[in-house]
């Protein structure tokens, strides 16, 4: 998911939604950041745009639906496109110049700046430039700037390598963070992290810990002897979720012995075949 004429869109919203003032300033100031090359005025101005421009409810009208339906999933503000749009307009005029000091916002940021930088990376030119800054924000134990990177965000999945993505999985279990939120986990499943999983629960259930059904989608296509004792338990547990957690890992996979131990739950067979049993369901009522 990358996404095309970034600056026009966004400057389409902003103009939709700034008062005159508001507009003019902040194009003033990237005038200057650009004519002056200044470090210290980019980042007086990512800073600054909350107090310049007022919070109102953000209407997007852009005739992009994917970037539109992007944005509203990640429950975009004005004062986040505001300074989006400032780092994609320095960096299209002078990436030499300005894309090392983009990169260190991650440093002088506070909380918030940082949050909007990490969920809109994908936003900014060439966002591959800026994989060590999302990697780093993966040490963060602040869930809000986890999340940012994590949760409904197409970045890890186009740029981290498996090792960076197992990180990433890892952790948002341990913090309990939402795994549906995570992107493009099926596309980005792989045996070792399948077998951290495996570790992980078994962790888990040595401790009398739960362990969120969800949790498992990754393993379906990499189930061998070990995470097929893991199957057998799911599927014989007595919480609903945990059964149809094994049944739908045990549906996708190749393993013989882990489609005769499916077999023996018809049902739910039947659900998944239907529809009615996938995970984005699993925890439906």
Not at 65 to 90: C, D, F, M, N, P
Not at 252 to 261: C, E, I, L, Y
């Amino acid at each position: 998911m990358l996404f095309k004429n970034v600056s026009e869109q966004l400057f389409k919203i902003l103009e939709h939604n700034l008062a005159e003032e508001e507009k003019q300033w902040l194009l003033s100031k990237i005038i200057h950041i650009l004519e002056a090359e200044s470090t210290k005025d980019l980042y007086l101005t990512y800073s600054l745009i909350p107090s310049k421009i007022k919070l109102n409810e953000l209407s997007i009208t852009i005739g992009d639906a994917e970037l539109s339906e992007y944005l509203r999933t990640q429950k975009a503000t004005i004062h986040e496109l505001g300074r989006i749009y400032l780092l994609v307009r320095v960096l299209e005029e002078n990436a030499t110049f300005f894309k090392t000091k983009v990169a260190n916002i991650i440093q002088v940021a506070d909380k918030s700046e940082l949050e909007t930088f990490l969920k809109f990376l994908v936003l900014l030119p060439n966002p591959s430039d800026y994989k060590n800054q999302a990697v780093e924000a993966l040490r963060t134990n602040i869930a809000t700037v986890f999340d940012a990177i994590t949760m409904n965000n197409p970045y890890p999945a186009l740029f981290f390598n498996d090792q960076q993505w197992n990180q990433m999985y890892l952790k948002a279990a341990f913090m309990q963070q939402d795994l549906k939120q995570i992107l493009s986990v099926d596309q980005r499943a792989n045996a070792e992290l399948a077998r951290i999983i495996s570790d992980y629960g078994h962790e888990r259930w040595a401790a009398s810990r739960e362990v969120d059904p969800y949790f498992w989608r990754p393993v379906g296509k990499f189930l061998d002897d070990g995470l097929l004792l893991d199957m057998e338990r799911l599927l014989h547990s007595e919480k609903t979720a945990e059964k149809k957690a094994g049944a739908l890992c045990c549906y996708v996979s190749d393993n013989a012995r882990a489609k005769n131990m499916l077999a023996a739950f018809p049902e739910l067979v039947k659900d998944i075949e239907n529809g009615s049993l996938s995970w984005e369901t699993l925890t439906a009522p």
